[in-house]
């Protein structure tokens, strides 16, 4: 495998953690929450790049296989979103202006699935926006 398209299975990954700990923030994933991470990818995030995984299939998918791995574990998602920020400082170049927009796009979707945004998804979200600008 490349080493680009390692980094780029990476992103995915890292983005797949940071969506968690969007929806982990009131300390519980709803199904409402991963149906719309699913259609934010399919929708949105296939079409960001050519990447593939070692299976030969979108890497965009490794946000889901990430996601899903996660809620399974069922641990506090302030952890994810510190390993997204590390991988963030680390590559930068990954993260152009629109790829931005998308992350927060889906980040709010996945806050506003359940009953709108609460105080925690809101605070992560303004981590995120917070991230971004610096």
């Known amino acids: 495998m490349l080493n680009s398209e390692k980094i780029g299975n990476e992103f995915y990954q890292n983005l797949g953690m940071l969506f ?3 929806a982990m923030a009131d300390n519980n994933v709803r199904p409402i929450e991963t149906k ?3 259609k934010y990818v399919r929708q949105h995030w296939l079409d960001v790049d050519d990447i593939e995984d070692e299976f030969h299939t979108d890497a965009a998918y490794q946000i889901e296989i990430v996601f899903d ?3 399974s574990e069922e641990k506090d998602g302030d ?3 510190d390993t997204f ?3 963030y400082k680390e590559h930068p170049e990954k993260f152009a202006p629109k790829v931005k927009t998308l992350i927060v796009e889906t980040s709010e979707s996945i806050a506003n699935a359940f009953a709108g ?4 998804e809101m605070l992560a979200i303004f981590k995120l926006k917070q ?3 610096h």
């Open 85 to 87: 920020k590390e991988f």
């Open 69 to 71: 791995w996660l809620e």
């Open 117 to 120: 945004k609460n105080k925690s």
């Open 36 to 38: 719309r991470l699913r």
């Open 79 to 81: 952890d994810y979103f």
């Open 131 to 133: 991230l971004f600008n």
């Open 20 to 22: 968690y700990a969007v």
